[in-house]
């Protein structure tokens, strides 16, 4: 059992390693923003597929840790792209 679940994580892994080609080539923000999402979902599962099969301590804190950067990553690009609201954004400053 621990051999395929590691062998799961190699193939999460380069699914992740697809996503990396992708931010640096991606056509708009947009596109390297949900690359980048897939790759912090690809490593949330790599890393509880491998704290599973090693039985290593520690290592699934540091998926959820990785999970709530993704999450923040995500909500500060929305905050990011969307318009400015008030009396100056219609002039433009």
């Known amino acids: 059992m ?3 679940l590691l062998a799961t994580a190699g193939v ?17 923000d947009a596109d390297r923003m949900m690359a ?6 690809g490593g949330i599962g790599a ?3 491998i704290a599973a099969a ?3 301590r520690g290592v ?6 990785l999970a709530l950067l993704a ?4 909500a500060a690009f929305v905050n990011s792209a969307a ?3 008030g009396p100056d954004a219609a002039d433009g400053q």
């Open 36 to 41: 980048a999402q897939l790759i912090g979902t």
């Open 12 to 28: 999460i892994l380069f699914t992740v390693a697809v996503g990396l080609v992708r931010i640096l080539s991606g056509p708009g």
């Open 71 to 74: 999450a923040f990553a995500s």
């Open 47 to 49: 890393l509880l597929l």
């Open 83 to 85: 318009p400015a609201e």
């Open 2 to 4: 621990t051999d395929f």
């Open 54 to 56: 090693t039985g290593a």
């Open 60 to 65: 699934d804190d540091v998926a959820l840790g």
